[in-house]
Nanobody
Framework: QVQLVESGGGLVQPGGSLRLSCAAS????????MGWYRQAPGKQRDLVAI???????MYKDSVKGRFTISRDNTKKMMYLQMNSLQPENTAVYFC????????WGQGTQVTVSS
């Protein structure tokens, strides 16, 4: 059974940094895309950063230059380094992997506040 478990969220002051991790367990066949989404209170879940099917990366415009997605396939880990965080980045961040099926983690809360 496939499981995605996020960690690394928390409370950080504006301008601070966090590194989110996503640990995958189980076998995910024919992975097409994998990445991070977020959902702020009262808003729809939206894309933050993703690896596309050809291995390239895509970022939400508002996080370009501040967030970096990375992965370690041997460890089945994916990461999101978030720098220069701002209050508008406050959200629950979800790990996502799609192959023959799509999988979501349970989310990790990121709160940016002074």
């Amino acid at each position: 059974q496939v499981q995605l478990v996020e960690s690394g969220g928390g409370l950080v002051q504006p301008g601070g940094s966090l590194r989110l991790s996503c640990a995958a367990s189980g076998s995910i066949l024919n992975i097409l895309v994998m990445g991070w989404y977020r959902q702020a209170p009262g808003k729809q879940r939206d894309l933050v950063a993703i690896f596309t099917s050809d291995g390239s990366t895509m970022y939400k415009d508002s996080v370009k230059g501040r967030f970096t997605i990375s992965r370690d396939n041997t460890k089945k880990m994916m990461y999101l380094q978030m720098n220069s965080l701002q209050p508008e980045n406050t959200a629950v961040y979800f790990c996502y992997v799609a192959g023959l099926r799509a999988y979501w983690g349970q989310g990790t809360q990121v709160t940016v506040s002074s």
